[in-house]
């Protein structure tokens, strides 16, 4: 759904995670003009973010909880 944020406009999708590799991920990554991309790490059943960085290589962020 779409909902107004002070004068911004904020674009809500949900989507199912699917257990991947992080060289998965990277490969869907790369699929897309996305500078993000959140999967559910099949090593350790975590949700993890892709991203491009500036240099041009990709970062990854680790959840816990």
Same mark, same amino acid.
């Given at each position: ?9 904020? +674009? ?5 995670? /699917?257990?991947? /590799? ?9 699929? #897309? ?27 990854? +962020?680790? /959840? #816990?909880?």
């Amino acid at each position: 759904g779409v909902r107004l944020v002070g004068s911004e406009m904020c +674009i809500r999708d949900r989507f199912n995670l /699917t257990p991947m /590799t992080i060289e998965d991920a990277i490969e869907e990554l790369e699929l #897309t003009q996305h500078s993000f991309f959140v999967f559910l790490n099949k090593a350790d059943a975590r949700i993890n973010v892709l991203y491009k960085r500036v240099d041009g290589d990709f970062g990854l +962020i680790e /959840t #816990t909880v």
